[in-house]
C-alpha cells in the first residue's frame, strides 16, 4: 500500500495533440503509399467499366489506422453491385496480385464490402449508400481527384 492518495496520478509526458486545422490540412501530404493509391485508382476505373456511379476516393491514411484509402461506388440494382465488385476484384487481382482478405455482402449485393488492407472498396445500392453515408462520416479523410478514362477521352 503507498501513502499516496487515490485521487493522483503520476504525471504522464505527452505531445501536445495537433490542433484541428492541422489535422484538416489539404495541403499536407498524406501518408497513404503511392501503391495503394494506384490500386485505388485501379479500383475505380474498374467500377467505371462496369457503369457504377458516383464514384469517390478518399484518402483516410491520416485519419483511420485501418486502410489508406476507401472507395466508395453505387451500382443501380444487386446485378450491377456484383458486377462491379467482381470486375475490381479481377482488375486488382490482374495488376497488383491482391485478393481481398475479407468480402462481406456478396450473396445479397446491396452493400459488397472488399478489404484489401490498404483499401477498402464499398459497392452499394443507392439506399443503402444514402443511409450509411460514409462520405459524411469519413469528411475528415480527404478526397482524391479522379475522372473515369471515357470522360477524359470525351474531352
Same mark, same amino acid.
Given at each position: ?92 487481382? @490482374?495488376? &497488383? ?6 468480402? *462481406?455482402?456478396?450473396?445479397? $449485393?446491396?452493400?459488397? !464490402? ?20 460514409? @462520405?459524411? &462520416? ?6 482524391? *481527384?479522379?475522372?473515369?478514362? $471515357?470522360?477524359?477521352? !470525351?474531352?
Amino acid at each position: 500500500m503507498t501513502d499516496r492518495p487515490i485521487d493522483t496520478a503520476p504525471e504522464l509526458e505527452t505531445e501536445t495533440p495537433a490542433s484541428e486545422t492541422e489535422l484538416l490540412d489539404e495541403n499536407r501530404p498524406s501518408t497513404a503509399s503511392a501503391e495503394n493509391l494506384k490500386m485505388a485508382l485501379a479500383a475505380a476505373e474498374a467500377a467505371d467499366d462496369r457503369k457504377g456511379g458516383d464514384i469517390v476516393i478518399l484518402d483516410v491514411a491520416d485519419v483511420a489506422y485501418l486502410a489508406d484509402f476507401f472507395v466508395l461506388v453505387s451500382g443501380l440494382s444487386p446485378t450491377q453491385v456484383k458486377a462491379i465488385a467482381n470486375s475490381i476484384g479481377d482488375t486488382l487481382e @490482374e495488376e &497488383f496480385e491482391r485478393v481481398p482478405r475479407h468480402i *462481406e455482402g456478396m450473396g445479397e $449485393g446491396r452493400w459488397i !464490402l472488399q478489404d484489401y488492407g490498404d483499401i477498402v472498396v464499398h459497392c452499394f445500392m443507392p439506399d443503402e449508400r444514402e443511409f450509411y453515408n460514409l @462520405e459524411a &462520416f469519413w469528411s475528415h479523410g480527404k478526397r482524391v *481527384e479522379w475522372e473515369s478514362q $471515357g470522360q477524359q477521352s !470525351l474531352a
